[in-house]
């Protein structure tokens, strides 16, 4: 690690709330990017952790910073406010980055864009479930190039500093992991931003490799989500809140579920993208009454 800022390329921002599980792996990936050692650092960025990761943190050449305030958007900046880097790069703690990932997703900003989002594939490569995940979850591709605004997903991103600097940094009133980097993403394009998809910077993710897992992710993605439907309304009204969920869809994947008369491997799809609209929909839900109760 650099023992100057004078020469710093990017520096990392990895986020983490009780990652003791992961966050070690994490940090050994990024130790042995084949970028120039002297031009990146490594900022990790405990965020209330309750386990050991502040011990294993510690373990590692990284700067070890500490944000008391919940949620990875208030971490993320954290990281961003300590760098004077050009380029700030994202990952998570549950990820492993290849070994020239790094290097890949830098080598991808051109003068032309403000930012850049590679590939986010399961860590494990033979896995029903986490294969779903990347096909329908971690969309980078989909959501750089077709979505409108596009955004990318920070499991795997690069920005300019000064790009994220112009427009305020992520919303710190996002205090779960989900909608806060579509939200600085549809931003940025909104100011003129344009992104890229570096197809050859590549990160594995831990996805949950049951279908339990698979449910609480995206109930936990549908309950963060919630603070974007927030955002839109200021505040939420039963009808408005309704026109978020989209039950025909619901709906038409129960009795395609309950009549498919596919292959096993078929059934085993549908069945999946139940569980992923439904997780996603009772997050949404569950996280709108939480609201009206004051919580």
Known sequence: MPESSENLTVSVVVPVYNGAEYIGDCIEAL?????????FEIIVVNNRSTDNTQEIIDRYPVRSL???KRGPAAARNAGIRASTAKFIAFTDADCIPHDDWLSKLIFSMTDSVCGAGGQILS????DAVSTFIDQIVFRQRYNILQKNPPHITTANACYLRTSLEKIGLFDESFPFAAGEDRD?????AMAGGTFVFAEAAIIRHKHPQTLEGFYHQRFRHGSGQFYTVLKKYSKISLPQMLKEINSDRLINLG????????????????LLQLIDSAA??????WRYFMYLCGK
């Open 255 to 270: 009795f395609q579920v309950v009549f498919c008369n596919g292959s096993k491997q078929e059934r085993f799809l549908r």
């Open 31 to 39: 130790l042995h990017q084949d970028f120039k050692s002297d031009q």
């Open 123 to 126: 860590y494990y490569e033979d």
């Open 280 to 285: 996603y929909t009772n997050g949404l839900i």
């Open 66 to 68: 500490y944000e008391s």
């Open 184 to 188: 600085i993403g549809e931003r940025l």
